[in-house]
């Protein structure tokens, strides 16, 4: 541990460096993840760990998930999974220390796990090879040799065991292969079986060795404990998976072929449901139950547990069949949770328990965001202390500023939006913010004056007239095209396999005409066209409109042929079925064509940077106001007050766009730092008065509620005034320090903006996953050593408050310990 090393901070959520470079990656996955499957390489068997046959009276393993993110984080987390930790004896409730060596009154051990089990994403963004050699596999090797060096005994090799999660699928399972997958020089050569990181040192880890050979895991362990590992992200298995954990312990449904037949759906289910092992342990991606939300009895996780006959007790209160003991546990979310688990009130211990444990290195999404319709049996960390850690980290500018580079989108913004009021005539127009004398002086020669004269049509001065009714035409059937995709394309889906030919060419036809028809108005207003010409801004408005109707009928066109692929399985093709195909796609080049050929009136310089100006501000406008809607919500709280989040949208984007736009209008420098100065620290201030113990010394929803309140009450404060803060100065002549200004500011409150922003939505139970990434805490790490006896499941929840790089001054704690009863 005195060894000098360079722990990496989290990665950069905020539009960071890592981000960025995974993009492509993720938007294959999201784009293409339906059609591609990553198992057609993989053989599944059923994997009995060692020791699991030794006459003994308990076996430990250990549960991580979430990993490799910050390497301080990690490295904690990995130096308890291969150490034996002590508590004191007696004393094994929740709070109490934990130490790393029997010493004094730490006498009775927790061993370490026989195996590791890794519940999903791996590494971020994207578990690959560089990810997860950097973010995973360093520190765990780190920590093997620190406690080789602390002990002076060579720490054993054990099996490590994971399961994919969409971080994992962002690499198409490559890393998680390489990673987790027993090597195939193994099976050729079985004496290197203990030398492993010899014959893959790309990914090996020195204190653990591979075995499974498939994503899915299945491992026998003792006293009649199963434990499943399911591939099974977004509530998805595909059927061979199905199939290979169905033969383990009823092998006649998958024999006979009736395990898929939809006839014998309900008998199938009940004789799975009968046949299902009693004391299991299943370990999916995606939690059954979390931010104390009751999950939806046709939500893809239940219809999953029912698939495998597993009774879906996360639907039941924690209910499940008295002579059943199941744990499901998951990451996902990198906090802990457990619902039910606790004893009866006789004093018997309950027989389900549904966990979530995401605290393997990841950065801290906050744990008081809560539906409030499920109570948590218990939490790490507390609300308040997730409320204090996450709030005070978004409300410093600074966090947001090392976040990533939402400061670099909020200086352009700001940059792009006072060089479009200032100096191009088309968009100066607009607003006349400034007046012509203090605009740069096309007269003059120098670097402004000449843009200016670039971006001036030839009749800035002349009157326009027409081209509104092709506006509201576009913007028709801009909504048009996207309500017929939400509509359509379900109805297509519901016939694509009919037998009815006659059923499916109807089909077609209600999907094509109606989009066809919106051609005939297109016609009439380019034939009736006058000599008149749009301004030039509006003509790019038109090109921008055509354009996006173009791509939406292009996506009209993927959704079909992705329908017409699928029915083509069974169903043999005819020239009809292609007729869609020719005709939108003749309509979304034709749509286009008329946009720059029709209304592309201006040279190129012009219609360029009106397009740009367009682009951007429809970004932060309508991209900000909808943000809410399409972020990971897993409450649906946006969904559920439209109007509210739609204003709180709406304001940070009116903020982000004018604020940097009025500093750079009025404000001479001296009070340019007085303002930023002044806004950072009121920030910083609100920070703190918000988690303050003075005035919220416990958290409830109430409480939360008022957090809430005033949070958005100040911001709206702030924000008001500091905008006529900006106003109470002389109008400034456009210059190039003008420009410098307004990058300066759209950096500076870009971060302010967004901070209150995610602080306020994080307060009414929105955005958790944004602030959780906007904060990058590394506190509040866990990792759960579960014992297994004949008739019981324990789990002890270990929690590192604060990650250090020297490991002995790391605050250990028991956070949970629960225990479930099988039946005797």
């Not at 607009?430 to 004056?449: G, M």
């Not at 897993?634 to 984007?653: P, Q, R, S």
């Not at 903020?655 to 404000?667: F, M, R």
């Not at 340019?672 to 958290?699: D, K, M, N, P, V």
Request: some cysteine; overall charge neutral; aromatic content about 12%.
């Amino acid at each position: 541990m005195g060894i000098k090393r360079k722990f990496k901070r989290p990665v950069s959520w905020l539009a960071g460096r890592e981000l960025l470079a995974s993009l492509e990656s993720i938007l294959n996955y999201l784009l293409n993840g339906k059609k591609q499957d990553s198992r057609d390489w993989m053989f599944a068997q059923a994997i009995t760990p060692p020791h699991c046959n030794d006459t003994q009276q308990e076996y430990w393993f250990d549960y991580i998930a979430d990993t490799g993110d910050g390497s301080r984080a990690v490295y904690n987390v990995a130096y308890l999974c291969m150490s034996g930790l002590w508590l004191k004896d007696g004393k094994i409730t929740p709070g109490h220390p934990i130490s790393l060596s029997q010493t004094g009154e730490f006498n009775q051990q927790l061993p370490r796990g026989e195996f590791l089990f890794v519940g999903g994403d791996t590494a971020y963004h994207a578990a690959d090879i560089a990810a997860l050699k950097e973010r995973f596999q360093t520190p765990f090797n780190w920590a093997y040799e620190d406690i080789a060096v602390t002990t002076g005994e060579k720490i054993d090799q054990r099996p490590i065991y994971g399961i994919p999660a969409n971080h994992d699928y962002y690499d198409a399972l490559d890393g998680f292969n390489r990673q987790f997958c027993r090597p195939i020089v193994q099976d050729i050569h079985p004496l290197v079986r203990e030398q492993e990181d010899l014959t893959d040192p790309q990914l090996g880890l020195h204190g653990f060795r591979r075995e499974q050979k498939s994503s899915y895991v299945w491992l026998n362990l003792p006293f009649g404990w199963r434990l499943w590992g399911l591939d099974s992200q977004a509530g998805k298995m595909d059927k061979r998976q199905q199939a290979f954990f169905v033969s383990q312990f009823c092998d006649k449904l998958t024999q006979d072929g009736s395990l898929f037949d939809e006839n014998k759906k309900r008998e199938v289910q009940e004789t799975l449901r009968n046949a299902i092992p009693d004391k299991l342990i299943v370990a999916t991606p995606e939690p059954s139950t979390v931010f104390g939300k009751c999950a939806a009895s046709h939500a893809a996780m239940a219809e999953l547990f029912l698939r495998l006959g597993l009774e879906p007790g996360f639907l039941h209160d924690g209910r499940l069949s008295h002579n059943k003991c199941r744990l499901d546990i998951s990451g996902d979310v990198h906090h802990y949770e457990r619902y039910w688990g606790n004893a009866h009130e006789n004093g018997e211990s309950g027989n389900y328990a549904s966990v979530v444990a995401g605290g393997g290195g990841a950065f801290l999404h906050p744990s008081h965001t809560d539906a409030g319709e499920i109570k948590k049996q218990s939490v790490y960390p507390a609300e308040m202390d997730s409320h204090r850690e996450v709030t005070q980290r978004i409300l410093n500018p600074w966090q947001i500023f090392l976040g990533g580079y939402a400061w670099l989108i909020g200086a352009m913004v700001g940059f792009i939006t006072y060089f479009a009021v200032t100096v191009p005539q088309s968009t100066w127009s607009l607003f006349k913010l400034i007046p012509d004398n203090l605009r740069p002086d096309w007269r003059s020669q120098d670097f402004l004056a000449r843009i200016q004269i670039a971006l001036t049509p030839p009749d800035a001065d002349a009157t326009h007239s027409g081209y509104w009714i092709d506006l509201i035409y576009l913007l028709l059937f801009v909504a048009f095209l996207v309500a017929w995709r939400l509509m359509s394309i379900p109805e297509l889906l519901k016939v694509k396999y009919s037998d009815s030919r006659d059923i499916w060419n109807r089909r077609l036809a209600t999907f094509l005409i109606p989009v066809v028809l919106w051609l005939i108005p297109l016609l009439i207003l380019i034939l009736e066209s006058g000599e008149s010409n749009p301004p030039s801004f509006l003509a790019a408005i038109l090109i921008g409109l055509s354009c996006v109707a173009g791509l939406l009928i292009f996506s009209l066109i993927r959704c079909y042929s992705d329908i017409l692929f699928e029915r083509s399985r069974i169903r043999k093709e005819i020239w009809l079925d292609f007729i869609p195909l020719w005709v939108l796609s003749g309509m979304g080049i034709f749509y286009m064509a008329v946009g720059f050929l029709h209304y592309g009136i201006y040279k190129t310089s012009i219609m360029s940077f009106d397009l740009l100006v367009i682009v951007v501000w429809s970004l932060v406008i309508l991209g900000l106001a909808a943000f809410p809607f399409f972020a990971p919500d897993k409450l649906g709280v946006a969904k559920a007050n439209i109007g509210k989040f739609l204003a709180i949208g709406l304001w940070h984007a009116i903020l982000q766009i004018s604020i940097p736009v009025c500093l750079a209008l009025y404000v001479d420098w001296t009070s340019w730092l007085i303002i930023c100065g002044i806004a950072i620290a009121i920030t910083l201030i609100a920070g703190h008065l918000f988690t303050s113990q003075y005035f919220f010394r416990e958290f409830s929803a109430d409480v939360q509620k008022k957090i809430g309140q005033g949070l958005l009450i100040a911001w709206i404060v702030i924000g008001i005034v500091v905008f006529f803060a900006t106003m109470q100065g002389e109008l400034v002549v456009v210059d190039a320090s003008r420009l410098l200004m307004a990058f300066l500011s759209g950096a500076i409150f870009g971060c302010i903006w967004l901070g209150w922003y995610l602080a306020v939505s994080l307060a009414f139970n929105c955005h958790n996953n944004e602030a959780g990434g906007g904060a990058r805490s590394e506190k509040f790490r866990h990792m759960v050593r579960i014992k297994l006896t004949e008739d019981t499941l324990t789990g002890y929840v270990i929690g590192i408050d604060a990650p250090e790089k020297d490991i002995s001054k790391t605050k250990i704690c028991l956070v949970d310990v629960f225990t479930l009863q099988a039946k005797k």
